[in-house]
């Protein structure tokens, strides 16, 4: 198997080095109420209570079979949880809550345009419409457990009644982002193998009305170009009754759902029990070879696992109203707006659009007027919605009690205003690291047991057992100032099964760099590796400083970097592309494009101009390059290797260093001219 090599430039290396933070303390007032206040959570959380532990997440769960064995490690890293148990995850997001909160609102579905009114859902029109769903995808699409589905939806609340048909089914699915590219979205149904592509006609987005199904063509037709037929494309109607775009149906292949579902009223359909370790879902994710991976969760570990973090790190009590910002295409959305809340029965906040639309004020209107209490955001919407409204919180009879923040380092300042402006003083803030492999939190704050530190995670949440390693596998000690590679000592029920269709890879990107022996059934010889920077302070808590791998964090969402240099390559002007990290006041990082051209070739806005469209194409606007630099060579080593180190100190403003090895060092000057400019 290759050594992981990590990259020229780390986003971990460029980090900012914020200085240690005072502690703010959790009022009384959320104390009071909070589901965990007792501090013996942390010895019943222990390593040598590892992993019966857990059985404390899986009892917050119905199973229709009790498990045998809380963990089989006899296959290292393949991590078996709750075996010989089974389950269904829709009964456990839906079909449980009836016989007392039926008429509870299980879904608040906020359009972007204010003038359309707020859906509520409660919990039996989620059973209906789920129930109905998920019999035509079994009697008019043939789906049976097992199978794949790829869903491409925008945030309505469609999305997670699709999904949950899918789980009722144990039907795999795999949403993804519905910002990416038609490309994008048929990369991931040939490598998942779908058949059926799930979409929606139209969206609301940023003011404007979106068409979506043109993406769905697109995707079809790049599929078949892998040989991959795409026979069914289901269309939602954003406006029921109403087909919103003017993308034509390909007859005998699309169907609106909204009208094929009327031969389906009433119709029940039983869950059906899964073995604990059937596939709930893929989540692609970007990673360091290029090809996005789709990594595989589990259904009764991870449903165990977000609804133990949900209740007790983002304090979810049935009575909630709870708002997650983030898209459900992403990790952050599956595990925090659908599968994590709906197990506990509260009431979930979808909002289609952006958050600053109309105005920096709209979040707050939404809040106040569905009495959210409980918000979920990350530092990139939260800079934003600083620099757009800086008193405009204020404005607003909102009253959080638990605020978050995930998906990249927080800086204290912004921390701060989260605080004091948004939260008003009275709620608490938990900044929870964790990643899309990962299923739920990793590191966090107990909000009741442990106080804030802006700028910090925290210490591992219950039952996780964080360690940071130097390249050569010794312990970094806690409080030593020494940045290293995060690892976690021990497996945990809410972690990823393995990469769909690449279990090598799997083993190779996360566990062998750490492994201290490849025969060892032990867990304990098996550290998980995140791939992130990270320091801990004399506290226990961590720091995180970004990604040690070619992955690029572009306001919360991973990129990889050889992603956007294939992109770019599809131009064939281009001879040679390279991407590196650089700082941005918003979106934390963004990617600057360098570019070389073939000979003979000479620059244009032009040539410019069609890579960022083969970029767009390709991915989707969210890898949008900062800029696209032509310069006239790379710098290279000796032996002809691209110097991303070089590129990513000019970007960002940094002394390059020691260049007098390059093969070109010439070129570094006329290159930080161009860029200086
Ligand atoms: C980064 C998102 C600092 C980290 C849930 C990780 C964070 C990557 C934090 C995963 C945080 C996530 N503080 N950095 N609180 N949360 N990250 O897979 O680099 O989209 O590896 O999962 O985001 O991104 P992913």
Same mark, same amino acid.
Not at 125 to 143: I, K, Q, T
């Given at each position: 198997?290759?050594?992981?090599?990590?990259?020229?430039?780390?986003?971990?290396?460029?980090?900012?080095?914020?200085?240690?933070?005072?502690?703010?303390?959790?009022?009384?007032?959320?104390?009071?109420?909070?589901?965990?206040?007792?501090?013996?959570?942390?010895?019943?959380?222990?390593?040598?209570?590892?992993?019966?532990?857990?059985?404390?997440?899986?009892?917050?769960?119905?199973?229709?079979?009790?498990?045998?064995?809380?963990?089989?490690?006899?296959?290292?890293?393949?991590?078996?949880?709750?075996?010989?148990?089974?389950?269904?995850?829709?009964?456990?997001?839906?079909?449980?809550?009836?016989?007392?909160?039926?008429?509870?609102?299980?879904?608040?579905?906020?359009?972007?345009?204010?003038?359309?009114?707020?859906?509520?859902?409660?919990?039996?029109?989620?059973?209906?419409?789920?129930?109905?769903?998920?019999?035509?995808?079994?009697?008019?699409?043939?789906?049976?457990?097992?199978?794949?589905?790829?869903?491409?939806?925008?945030?309505?609340?469609?999305?997670?009644?699709?999904?949950?048909?899918?789980?009722?089914?144990?039907?795999?699915?795999?949403?993804?982002?519905?910002?990416?590219?038609?490309?994008?979205?048929?990369?991931?149904?040939?490598?998942?193998?779908?058949?059926?592509?799930?979409?929606?006609?139209?969206?609301?987005?940023?003011?404007?009305?979106?068409?979506?199904?043109?993406?769905?063509?697109?995707?079809?037709?790049?599929?078949?170009?892998?040989?991959?037929?795409?026979?069914?494309?289901?269309?939602?109607?954003?406006?029921?009754?109403?087909?919103?775009?003017?993308?034509?149906?390909?007859?005998?292949?699309?169907?609106?759902?909204?009208?094929?579902?009327?031969?389906?009223?009433?119709?029940?359909?039983?869950?059906?029990?899964?073995?604990?370790?059937?596939?709930?879902?893929?989540?692609?994710?970007?990673?360091?070879?290029?090809?996005?991976?789709?990594?595989?969760?589990?259904?009764?570990?991870?449903?165990?696992?977000?609804?133990?973090?949900?209740?007790?790190?983002?304090?979810?009590?049935?009575?909630?109203?709870?708002?997650?910002?983030?898209?459900?295409?992403?990790?952050?959305?599956?595990?925090?707006?659908?599968?994590?809340?709906?197990?506990?029965?509260?009431?979930?906040?979808?909002?289609?659009?952006? *958050?600053?639309?109309?105005?920096?004020?709209?979040?707050?209107?939404?809040?106040?007027?569905?009495?959210?209490?409980?918000?979920?955001?990350?530092?990139?919407?939260?800079?934003?919605?600083?620099?757009?409204?800086?008193?405009?919180?204020?404005?607003?009879?909102?009253?959080?009690?638990?605020?978050?923040?995930?998906?990249?380092?927080?800086?204290?300042?912004?921390?701060?205003?989260?605080?004091?402006?948004?939260?008003?003083?009275?709620?608490?803030?938990?900044?929870?690291?964790?990643?899309?492999?990962?299923?739920?939190?990793?590191?966090?704050?107990?909000?009741?047991?442990?106080?804030?530190?802006?700028?910090?995670?925290?210490?591992?949440?219950?039952?996780?057992?964080?360690?940071?390693?130097?390249?050569?596998?010794?312990?970094?000690?806690?409080?030593?100032?020494?940045?290293?590679?995060?690892?976690?000592?021990?497996?945990?029920?809410?972690?990823?099964?393995?990469?769909?269709?690449? *279990?090598?890879?799997?083993?190779?990107?996360?566990?062998?760099?750490?492994?201290?022996?490849?025969?060892?059934?032990?867990?304990?010889?098996?550290?998980?590796?995140?791939?992130?920077?990270?320091?801990?302070?004399?506290?226990?808590?961590?720091?995180?400083?970004?990604?040690?791998?070619?992955?690029?964090?572009?306001?919360?969402?991973?990129?990889?970097?050889?992603?956007?240099?294939?992109?770019?390559?599809?131009?064939?002007?281009?001879?040679?592309?390279?991407?590196?990290?650089?700082?941005?006041?918003?979106?934390?990082?963004?990617?600057?494009?360098?570019?070389?051209?073939?000979?003979?070739?000479?620059?244009?806005?032009?040539?410019?101009?069609?890579?960022?469209?083969?970029?767009?194409?390709?991915?989707? *606007?969210?890898?949008?390059?900062?800029?696209?630099?032509?310069?006239?060579?790379?710098?290279?080593?000796?032996?002809?290797?691209?110097?991303?180190?070089?590129?990513?100190?000019?970007?960002?403003?940094?002394?390059?260093?020691?260049?007098?090895?390059?093969?070109?060092?010439?070129?570094?000057?006329?290159?930080?001219?161009?860029?200086?400019?």
């Amino acid at each position: 198997m290759a050594e992981r090599k990590p990259a020229d430039i780390s986003e971990a290396e460029i980090a900012v080095h914020w200085q240690e933070e005072g502690y703010f303390h959790p009022p009384a007032s959320f104390i009071a109420q909070a589901n965990l206040t007792d501090e013996t959570v942390y010895d019943r959380f222990a390593l040598d209570k590892f992993p019966e532990c857990f059985k404390e997440y899986a009892d917050l769960l119905d199973w229709y079979k009790y498990w045998e064995k809380t963990l089989d490690t006899s296959n290292p890293p393949f991590w078996k949880w709750f075996v010989g148990g089974t389950i269904n995850a829709c009964y456990n997001c839906v079909d449980r809550h009836l016989p007392k909160n039926r008429n509870k609102t299980a879904i608040h579905f906020v359009p972007e345009p204010e003038h359309e009114p707020v859906h509520h859902l409660t919990y039996q029109d989620l059973f209906v419409r789920v129930n109905e769903l998920a019999a035509l995808l079994r009697d008019f699409c043939g789906l049976n457990a097992g199978d794949r589905v790829t869903l491409h939806m925008p945030m309505v609340a469609e999305l997670p009644i699709t999904m949950l048909a899918c789980a009722r089914l144990g039907i795999i699915h795999s949403q993804v982002f519905s910002g990416f590219s038609g490309k994008a979205t048929a990369d991931r149904i040939v490598d998942s193998e779908s058949h059926v592509l799930i979409t929606m006609d139209a969206y609301h987005r940023a003011g404007k009305l979106l068409d979506h199904k043109e993406k769905a063509d697109v995707a079809a037709a790049e599929a078949k170009k892998e040989g991959h037929a795409v026979d069914k494309v289901l269309v939602w109607q954003r406006h029921p009754g109403a087909y919103s775009s003017p993308t034509p149906l390909v007859a005998g292949r699309d169907f609106i759902l909204n009208d094929m579902l009327k031969d389906y009223r009433g119709k029940r359909v039983d869950p059906v029990p899964m073995p604990a370790e059937a596939p709930l879902f893929l989540m692609y994710t970007s990673g360091t070879t290029g090809k996005p991976k789709g990594c595989q969760h589990s259904t009764g570990g991870y449903l165990a696992y977000v609804a133990g973090t949900s209740k007790y790190i983002q304090d979810i009590h049935p009575e909630d109203v709870y708002w997650c910002m983030a898209d459900i295409g992403w990790i952050t959305g599956h595990s925090y707006i659908v599968y994590g809340p709906l197990a506990l029965c509260a009431s979930s906040v979808v909002y289609e659009g952006v *958050p600053n639309h109309p105005d920096a004020g709209r979040p707050w209107r939404i809040a106040e007027e569905l009495g959210v209490n409980i918000f979920h955001t990350s530092p990139t919407a939260i800079r934003a919605l600083r620099r757009d409204g800086l008193e405009e919180p204020k404005k607003y009879n909102h009253h959080f009690k638990h605020m978050t923040t995930v998906g990249e380092p927080i800086e204290p300042e912004v921390w701060k205003w989260y605080y004091g402006v948004v939260g008003k003083r009275q709620a608490v803030i938990v900044d929870t690291w964790w990643q899309t492999e990962n299923g739920g939190f990793l590191c966090s704050t107990v909000p009741a047991l442990r106080p804030m530190k802006p700028g910090s995670a925290g210490p591992g949440v219950p039952g996780i057992h964080p360690v940071i390693f130097d390249e050569e596998g010794n312990e970094i000690k806690t409080g030593s100032g020494k940045a290293g590679n995060i690892c976690i000592r021990n497996p945990w029920p809410g972690a990823f099964q393995t990469i769909w269709r690449d *279990p090598e890879r799997y083993v190779a990107q996360y566990y062998a760099r750490y492994c201290r022996d490849r025969t060892s059934k032990d867990w304990r010889d098996w550290p998980y590796m995140a791939g992130d920077g990270a320091m801990q302070a004399e506290d226990g808590y961590y720091r995180i400083l970004g990604r040690i791998d070619d992955v690029i964090n572009v306001a919360g969402h991973r990129l990889g970097t050889k992603e956007i240099e294939s992109a770019a390559l599809v131009v064939a002007e281009v001879a040679e592309a390279a991407v590196v990290p650089v700082a941005d006041e918003i979106k934390g990082r963004v990617p600057d494009l360098y570019v070389s051209l073939r000979p003979g070739i000479n620059p244009s806005k032009e040539i410019s101009a069609r890579i960022l469209e083969a970029i767009i194409t390709q991915i989707g *606007p969210i890898a949008r390059p900062r800029k696209v630099w032509i310069v006239p060579d790379m710098p290279k080593t000796r032996s002809g290797k691209i110097m991303r180190r070089v590129l990513a100190a000019i970007s960002n403003n940094k002394d390059p260093g020691d260049i007098s090895t390059l093969a070109n060092p010439e070129v570094v000057d006329k290159i930080r001219d161009m860029v200086g400019q």
